[in-house]
């Protein structure tokens, strides 16, 4: 018998209320075909509709409540349209991230056959670190990491320490590992020579647990360029959280389009699948949103899940999840950042459809 799990479900804003409910189709459809359990959904406020219903982006309640569950999607949020104070204040995937402590962050780039991409054969994973870096707001226990000391002048605070870059080279080497075997170290230690510098340095220090595995590092503004000329090269790549966020929105385009990047948020114990891209509110609510990046992000999701209860029929629907969703790009089925017709609900259906095939 097959575990049954229960999965948090925060529809965000913009088009989160219509990539998510896709995304839990395709899900319970891919569970039902691996012959998996079907899960527990579970609904919680989060965003622009929970500040009007519990006066917070992020209700404690919610928090409370995710404590309580194996794992849960996450859809985009508009955090830049929020009234103040809410604006001001930590956006809701920085809340969740840096509550749990979801120190990874696992984006891949892989582009389609059939499908248009910069540099068709790219398929690489950045490895983010999701907790220090250059974005302040998640360096600190208390406050934003950013000061003010004069209204002219704005200070934030970049953090790097050698506990939390060792546990993000672990995971990008174990990746890596079952992968191809090669690692790329981002960096900028030619400048920012101590903190980006350890960040290097702690990263070969792994490398030397996985003599299996092929290491090499780059500047950060050599990597945009080595990614736009040749992404189909590169394997696993490991860097910063802010290095890492701008490298996999890069990347997403290279593959073919940022509605096709996917990514998952986990520690050791948690796990939150969460598209790249943002809320794209200027298309919400009118069924144009490429539903692929948060489809595969639930995907990654159940594989993490598997790997951690040792339950394969949950890698298995992850397996089916990917594969249809391949297959219905490479017939033809796409939205239109790829070129297509099909809208969100209908491109949904069609995966579905391919999964029970």
Request: glycine share 8%.
């Amino acid at each position: 018998m097959t575990s049954s799990y229960r999965l948090g479900v925060l529809e965000g804003d913009g088009i989160g209320p219509e990539i998510v409910p896709a995304s839990v189709l395709v899900v319970d459809a891919a569970l039902a075909a691996a012959g998996a359990a079907p899960v527990e959904w579970v609904d919680l406020p989060l965003g622009a509709s929970a500040i009007g219903t519990h006066g917070d982006a992020v209700p404690e309640s919610t928090l409370t409540a995710l404590e309580g569950l194996d794992a849960w999607l996450l859809g985009p949020h508009d955090s830049a349209a929020y009234p103040e104070p809410h604006r001001s204040r930590l956006n809701p995937s920085g809340t969740i991230r840096k509550h749990f402590d979801l120190f990874a962050n696992i984006r891949p780039a892989k582009a389609f056959e059939g499908a248009d991409a910069v540099v068709p054969g790219t398929d690489l994973v950045i490895v983010r670190e999701n907790t220090q870096g250059f974005y302040a707001d998640r360096s600190t226990y208390k406050g934003t990491g950013e000061f003010m000391p004069t209204p002219d002048v704005a200070i934030a605070m970049g953090i790097i320490t050698r506990q939390a870059v060792e546990r993000i080279a672990v995971e990008a080497f174990e990746l890596a590992s079952r992968r191809r075997g090669r690692v790329t170290i981002v960096h900028k230690a030619n400048v920012l020579k101590l903190t980006t510098g350890l960040f290097r340095d702690v990263c070969h220090e792994v490398a030397a647990h996985y003599p299996q595995v092929s290491v090499d590092d780059f500047h950060i503004d050599a990597m945009t360029v080595h990614l736009v000329r040749r992404a189909n090269d590169f394997d696993v790549i490991v860097t910063e959280n802010m290095f890492g966020d701008i490298l996999s929105d890069l990347a997403g385009e290279i593959a073919g389009s940022l509605g096709i990047a996917p990514s998952i948020n986990a520690s050791h114990e948690r796990a939150m699948a969460q598209a790249a891209h943002g809320s794209a509110p200027d298309i919400a609510g009118r069924d144009l949103a490429n539903p692929i990046a948060m489809v595969l992000s639930s995907a990654m999701l159940l594989d993490w899940l598997g790997a951690r209860h040792q339950d394969p029929l949950l890698a298995e629907a992850a397996a089916l999840i990917e594969t249809a969703v391949a297959d219905t790009v490479g017939a033809g089925t796409r939205t239109r950042d790829m070129g297509g017709t099909a809208g969100t609900r209908a491109f949904a259906e069609a995966v579905a459809a391919a999964v029970k095939r």
